[in-house]
């Protein structure tokens, strides 16, 4: 990866840069759209596997596990592309026609096997994100490691409230990642492997 | 099984190491015989390091920011203007030519391979025993890429679409002016054993890919390449690096 203009990007996305990610959202979005929607997805799958597909880049950046010989576009319409895929396959509606799914296998083989890990961890984050504000603090603090003292102190409540809040939020979002039915079939296929 | 806040603060006390050690022993013992237990606790395990890596979180955050912001500048975007500025860049693009694209880097986008892999129809330099003033203007007009105005007067005009050649002139003056399915509908007219259907078939391909309609596309392709004519190994080109995308 030597070009510069591809290090520009890399390096926008590692570091948060919203200019570039917008860029970059911006020139590539509609053409991930397109794919979805002509594989049997709908216009929220679309937003989701390009997003996913971003934060499985961003997470190979920081850990500093992305090698690439090839441009971040293939790069990562390869990844959506296989997300899309494992995510089509649960639902049972994939067709095998490597004419109607256009594919290039030498640069995705390397790709798929950290797909379906990360599938479960997206299913947390979509969850999570969608809490109110409220129950967005309490369990952010919960899962920084403080405990209930302080976080009482942080966010002002009452230790016993803290702790019904925290309870009352950490099990709706269980029971609304529970209820996806993408979530539903990780789990039966990992129950499954093991 | 249900889920009380007792369940949960044994729970996340075993998580983070703060039960005693009797307590510990006790609830390991109940995971043991109650595997709805086990799973419960590591269901929650994955649950507290997935979203404690804050970092992630935040990225995600951040994307759904920026795709609320792109749709908000969308739709306040005139559609109208958008469209001509489609339309100017394409005819910008192609103006450029193959100059740029050797400089470009390889891009696989549906647009850019339809930029890179069209070229108007080009005029032929036939002389006419019908030719008229009028006839002459539209053929100059094309050829200077004046589509609108070939547009305006072959569709005032029904009866100077004569030949399938002009057909094709008017498909591709609708391709260029943002009009694809006009222009499809025009390459569809040419008949099967017109000798202007493998060309027709080029610009049918090209269109659907400009339309990102890719199978479509493919499905033309391999006909040309089928037919085995002067579009064969263009056609073999662009479905390679369809295939690519």
Redesign the interface.
């Known amino acids: 990866m030597n070009?510069p203009?591809e290090r520009k990007i890399l390096e926008g996305i590692i570091s948060?840069d919203?200019v570039v990610?917008?860029a970059f959202?911006?020139k590539n979005?509609n053409?991930i759209r397109?794919y979805i929607l002509?594989n049997s997805g709908e216009e929220e799958d679309a937003?989701d596997v390009f997003?996913d597909a971003?934060?499985v880049m961003?997470?190979k950046l920081?850990s500093d596990t992305l090698d690439i010989n090839v441009?971040i576009?293939?790069y990562f319409?390869a990844i959506c592309k296989n997300i899309w895929r494992s995510r089509l396959r649960k639902k049972r509606k994939l067709i095998f026609d490597s004419?109607?799914i256009?594919v290039?296998e030498e640069s995705e083989q390397y790709i798929i096997e950290d797909i379906e890990k990360k599938e479960?961890?997206q299913v947390?984050?979509k969850y999570?994100?969608r809490l109110s504000d409220a129950c967005k603090e309490v369990?952010?603090l919960?899962?920084?490691?403080n405990?209930m003292k302080e976080i009482a102190r942080i966010t002002g409540y009452a230790e016993g409230y803290a702790?019904?809040k925290?309870?009352e939020c950490?099990?709706s979002?269980?029971?609304n990642?529970e209820k996806d039915p993408m979530y539903q079939e990780l789990k039966i296929i990992s129950e499954k492997e093991s | 099984m249900e889920r009380t806040q007792e369940l949960f603060e044994k729970i996340e006390g075993y998580l983070t190491q703060t039960l005693s050690k009797e307590e510990v022993l006790a609830f390991e013992k109940e995971m043991a015989e109650d595997s709805e237990l086990k799973r419960e606790l590591e269901k929650q395990r994955e649950l507290h390091k997935v979203l404690s890596d804050k970092d992630t979180l935040d990225f995600k955050e951040k994307l759904q920011k920026i795709s609320a912001e792109i749709k908000k500048e969308q739709s306040r975007s005139n559609t109208y203007f958008s469209y001509w500025k489609i339309a100017a860049s394409i005819i910008i693009i192609l103006g450029v030519g193959t100059l740029l694209w050797n400089n470009l880097n390889k891009t696989n986008n549906f647009s850019d391979l339809y930029a890179s892999y069209y070229k108007p129809y080009p005029v032929e330099d036939v002389t006419r025993g019908d030719t008229t003033n009028e006839w002459e203007e539209i053929v100059k007009n094309y050829s200077e890429g004046n589509y609108d105005s070939v547009i305006s007067k072959l569709e005032k005009t029904n009866s100077f679409i004569t030949s399938e050649r002009i057909r094709l002139y008017l498909g591709n003056s609708y391709l260029n002016t943002g009009k694809e399915r006009e222009a499809l509908l025009q390459f569809e007219m040419i008949s099967d054993a017109s000798r202007y259907r493998e060309t027709a078939n080029w610009y049918r391909a090209l269109t659907h890919l400009k339309l990102g309609e890719t199978n479509k596309s493919l499905e033309i392709l391999k006909e040309i390449i089928n037919y085995n004519g002067i579009y064969k190994e263009k056609a073999m080109q662009l479905k390679a690096e369809l295939s690519e995308l």
């Open positions: 070009n203009k948060g919203e990610i917008k959202y911006k979005y053409y397109g002509q937003e997003q971003l934060v961003y997470q920081k441009s576009r293939t319409y004419e109607l256009l290039n479960r961890e947390y984050r999570f994100l369990l952010s919960v899962f920084a490691g405990n702790r019904k925290k309870f950490k099990k979002l269980l029971d990642i």
